[in-house]
T-cell receptor, first 112, second 112 residues
């Protein structure tokens, strides 16, 4: 089955630690995205990538980093510089950068 | 980016039609109207999109006003599984950042 997977589903982190969230897709999509969602709010874009080895900052990139070494994978690192990292993180992909997006199940990150 | 306005919440009875409105008075000629929905603790799911003409698919129908300043997502027979937050999003069909700009959406409750 084709799809987009995120792991882990729940993640706990101590303050001051970096943590990496996984996102993998086997849909052969070129574009991939990371969003953050806070309770009761819509999604906000962190980073996006339209092609391998290239990515751009979104609206709230500070304290986050990404890589896109393979078409299928777009991991997000939440660094200690992110002041309020507790949130629901969603990864998405699309065939083209303006076509419908397919979302993963999300990772809920809690900083203790 | 053009903004959309949706009611915060709506209620429906099971097996009745639901009309979810969206206002987008500043829409431009190149903006498509997209709808996504998000079930609790899940990633958003694409529902439907259109440009000028009304659109139908297996999930829903999209009715677009003649002046394109508003649209309505129609669920023909609501089920309990349709209880979700519905997002109306404008998307320009140009090579751009490509991200979806989510507002707070409409929280749909379905009563048995």
């Amino acid at each position: 089955d084709g799809g987009i997977t995120q792991s882990p589903k729940y993640l706990f982190r101590k303050e001051g630690q970096n943590v990496t969230l996984s996102c993998e897709q086997n849909l052969n999509h070129d574009a991939m995205y990371w969003y953050r969602q806070d309770p009761g709010q819509g999604l906000r874009l962190i980073y996006y990538s339209q092609i391998v080895n290239d990515f751009q900052k979104g609206d709230i990139a500070e304290g986050y980093s990404v890589s896109r070494e393979k078409k299928e994978s777009f991991p997000l690192t939440v660094t200690s510089a992110q002041k309020n990292p507790t949130a629901f993180y969603l990864c998405a992909s699309s065939i083209l950068d303006y076509s419908e997006q397919f979302f993963g199940p999300g990772t809920r990150l809690t900083v203790l | 980016d053009a903004k959309t306005t949706q009611p915060n919440s709506m209620e429906s009875n099971e097996e009745e039609p639901v009309h979810l409105p969206c206002n987008h008075s500043t829409i431009s000629g190149t903006d498509y109207i997209h709808w996504y929905r998000q079930l609790p603790s899940q990633g958003p799911e694409y529902v439907i999109h259109g440009l000028t003409s009304n659109v139908n698919n297996r999930m829903a129908s999209l009715a677009i006003a003649e002046d394109r300043k508003s649209s309505t997502l129609i669920l023909h027979r609501a089920t309990l599984r349709d209880a979700a937050v519905y997002y109306c999003i404008l998307r320009a069909v140009v090579r751009s950042q490509g991200n979806l700009i989510f507002g707070k959406g409409t929280k749909l409750s379905v009563k048995p």
